[in-house]
Antibody, heavy 122, light 106 residues
Framework: QVQLQESGPGLVKPSGTLSLTCAVS?????????WSWVRQPPGKGLEWIGE???????NYNPSLKSRVTISVDKSKNQFSLKLSSVTAADTAVYYC???????????????WGQGTLVTVSS | AIRITQSPSSLSASTGDRVTITCRAS??????LAWYQQKPGKAPKLLIY???TLQSGVPSRFSGSGSGTDFTLTISCLQSEDFATYYC????????FGGGTKVEIK
């Protein structure tokens, strides 16, 4: 059973860069799956940030695209998120998730990490 | 951009009730819709994809229907463990979630 675990700083200063890593265990990041990041501001709904395939192909939410970079490290079986120029509005629980294997099913998120709270504050 | 409207935003129900939640897309999305359940402090859990396909391990009291622009999640006989927030998600274009429906105990 695949497991995902997010890690990274819980506090980021405004205008800085949020950096998170998702470690994958019980499965290979090089499997035929897409790997996503989703966030949830406190008390609010879910927002898809973007996804990556092990080849390095990415898709991003248009509203965040200018600030987001998702990358994959096959040697460490993990993928990462960088979100630049953060503000208080980026305060949220950040989840990593595994999607399906096709271009469309890649966004069906069947396995999730537990999530990590990132607060943007000085 | 495709917009997703989920309703109601909250509802109160009793154990044993039949509950229906709807999602409407601003344009046709075929059957590219999924439903998730989220409990407080936990990650979302996939219940249904392709509008009506039950994810492995999900109880059969959950069902989904619809295609095009109108979709429904039905819980046929509400159990205590079903009190949670439910989200729909379209994946016809870049993934977009509905605003959520909180199912509370009456």
């Amino acid at each position: 059973q695949v497991q995902l675990q997010e890690s990274g700083p819980g506090l980021v200063k405004p205008s800085g860069t949020l950096s998170l890593t998702c470690a994958v265990s019980g499965g290979s990041i090089s499997s035929s799956n897409w790997w996503s990041w989703v966030r949830q501001p406190p008390g609010k709904g879910l927002e898809w940030i973007g996804e990556i395939y092990h080849s390095g192909s990415t898709n991003y939410n248009p509203s965040l695209k200018s600030r987001v970079t998702i990358s994959v490290d096959k040697s460490k079986n993990q993928f990462s998120l960088k979100l630049s120029s953060v503000t208080a509005a980026d305060t949220a629980v950040y989840y990593c998730a595994r999607g399906g294997s096709s271009a469309v099913a890649g966004s069906i998120l069947g396995h999730w990490g537990q999530g990590t709270l990132v607060t943007v504050s000085s | 951009a495709i917009r997703i409207t989920q309703s109601p935003s909250s509802l109160s129900a009793s154990t044993g009730d039949r509950v229906t939640i709807t999602c409407r897309a601003s344009q046709g999305i075929s059957s590219y819709l999924a439903w998730y359940q989220q409990k407080p402090g936990k990650a979302p859990k996939l219940l249904i994809y392709a509008a009506s396909t039950l994810q492995s391990g999900v109880p059969s009291r959950f069902s989904g229907s619809g295609s095009g622009t109108d979709f429904t999640l039905t819980i046929s006989c509400l159990q205590s463990e079903d009190f949670a927030t439910y989200y729909c998600q379209q994946y016809y274009s870049y993934p977009l979630f509905g605003g959520g429906t909180k199912v509370e105990i009456k």
